[in-house]
């Protein structure tokens, strides 16, 4: 099982090296030296909600992908739809981090969120087993 779930962990990692290494090179780190949040008006609150509806938008995704497999497979059988799922919900949250870095750059604190959730959601042997023996959660 675990072999088979490495894929889905080798693009979990390159995802999470890509980003991180993205927001190393093009943004302005020296705006969390300083602990200063970007001034917040009218126009900007679309750019707060980008971490929101990206989280809620891809844990809908991958829930919504859990629960239409069969759940008369065999667990091993249903390795291919985890990966899709997960692949889905990740390609969803580095989206909403690059779209952060940029067209709001000054953001950077919520692509970092963004970020740090991708690393959280680490696809595991216990997460597959979990996701699928009670899919409607």
Do not use: W
Request: some cysteine; overall charge positive; hydrophobic content about 55%.
């Amino acid at each position: 099982m675990a072999e088979k779930l490495k894929i889905v962990k080798i693009i979990h990692l390159a995802i999470c090296a890509g980003v991180i290494f993205a927001y190393i090179l093009l943004s302005d780190l020296s705006v969390l030296a300083d602990l200063k949040f970007p001034v917040i008006d009218a126009s900007s609150y679309i750019y707060l909600m980008i971490p929101v509806i990206a989280i809620l938008a891809s844990n809908y995704l991958y829930k919504s992908q859990i629960k239409k497999v069969d759940s008369n497979l065999k667990l091993e059988d249903k390795i291919p739809f985890y990966q899709i799922a997960t692949i889905m919900r990740l390609a969803l949250l580095e989206g909403a981090a690059f779209l952060i870095l940029f067209v709001k750059p000054d953001f950077i604190v919520f692509g970092i969120l963004i970020i740090l959730y991708i690393i959280f959601i680490r696809p595991t042997e216990n997460q597959f087993r979990r996701d699928f023996e009670n899919p409607r959660l």
